[in-house]
């Protein structure tokens, strides 16, 4: 039998309060001044790697069965131009492209406000569910836009460290397969790291499905929670599995380490060049760099990280 959310969450740690009642960043907290300079001090070569997948694929956009692909549209084009056509007469008879999407904010790479989710009719840092009502008046992705998230990222590359080419559906790790793959790499992870962990999941087809991911402990909250990990970073629809298969309930990390810890999730990064430039080297550290759009009272938007080596 499942039980509730509440129920297995009882008496787990939370930073409701640490940074104040107006907080809506979270654990992107710890990201101070000193860690920006931290992360900066891991750049040898310069060499910069995007981390955003492609909006509007011709292969098809990873989105999970509750959302569908983005819609590109051309509204002007040269053919606002032929006979009968709307283009406007510029003086001087320029021409131009103008086109708009239609897409979830969640569709494609992105970041997660930390009011996506929600138990017990509170959001992160206690806010009141009922202020997500027609947009999010609290713990929207703007705060977390305007703040922007800049430290030291480590990658931990999880297939090569488990011998095949992608993690397999619902394959499950924790923290100390994470130590154990770092230590594998020459990688420590230290506190306050933003933490990226790939799966190469969806090389697979077909894409969706059950995602690979960290297993929820009360051992993997402990973990995060005393690294002070302020970003967790994957390249998977969900950074965790849909379902807990020990209690049954749908995505206890996101109940636990983004709207209890503070914990900011990335989701479905491309993670791919990344991998071959630090396999090349082995060096798994960098500095990483990101901005999701800022879209008022919104509950995540798109990204486009950067990995500066
Ligand atoms: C949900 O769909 C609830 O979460 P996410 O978009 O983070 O996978």
Redesign the pocket.
């Known amino acids: 039998m499942t039980i509730g959310i509440g129920e297995l969450l009882a008496g787990s740690p939370d930073n409701w309060g640490r940074w104040g009642p107006d907080d809506e960043v979270g654990a992107l907290n710890y990201l101070t001044r000193q860690e920006v300079l931290r992360g900066a001090a891991e750049i040898r070569t310069g060499e910069t790697i995007v981390l955003q997948r492609l909006i509007g694929d011709p292969d098809g956009d990873p989105v999970?069965p509750?959302r569908t692909p983005a819609r590109h549209t051309m509204t002007v084009d040269e053919s606002s131009w032929d006979p009968g056509g709307t283009g406007p007469a510029f003086p001087g008879g320029l021409h131009y492209a103008d086109d708009k999407i239609d897409a979830y904010l969640?569709g494609s790479t992105?970041y997660?406000a930390l009011g996506?989710?929600w138990y017990d009719g509170r959001l992160w840092n206690g806010y009141d569910a009922r202020t997500t009502v027609g947009g999010l008046r609290k713990a929207g992705i703007d705060p977390i836009a305007r703040r922007g998230i800049a430290g030291r990222g480590v990658l931990l590359d999880l297939p090569p460290w488990r011998g095949k080419p992608s993690l397999d559906p619902g394959e499950l790790f924790d923290h100390h397969d994470l130590e154990a793959c770092a230590e594998s790499q020459g990688t420590v992870i230290e506190r306050h790291d933003i933490l990226v962990l790939r799966s190469n999941y969806l090389s697979r087809t077909p894409r969706q499905g059950n995602d690979p991911g960290l297993e929820f402990s009360f051992a993997l909250l402990d973990w995060f929670q005393d690294k002070e990990i302020p970003n967790l970073v994957t390249d998977t629809?969900?950074?965790e599995p849909p379902v807990d298969r020990r209690s049954g309930c749908a995505?206890p990390l996101?109940c636990s380490l983004m709207r209890n810890l503070g914990v900011v999730?990335a989701?479905l990064c491309d993670l791919e060049r990344l991998a071959s430039a630090c396999a090349a080297d082995r060096r798994y550290e960098f500095f990483y760099v990101a901005a999701p759009l800022r879209v008022h009272r919104a509950a995540?938007s798109p990204v486009n990280p950067v990995a500066i080596r």
Request: glycine letters at 6%; aromatic letters at 14%.
């Open positions: 999970s509750s969640q992105q997660d996506h989710v629809f969900a950074n995505l996101h999730f989701e995540g």
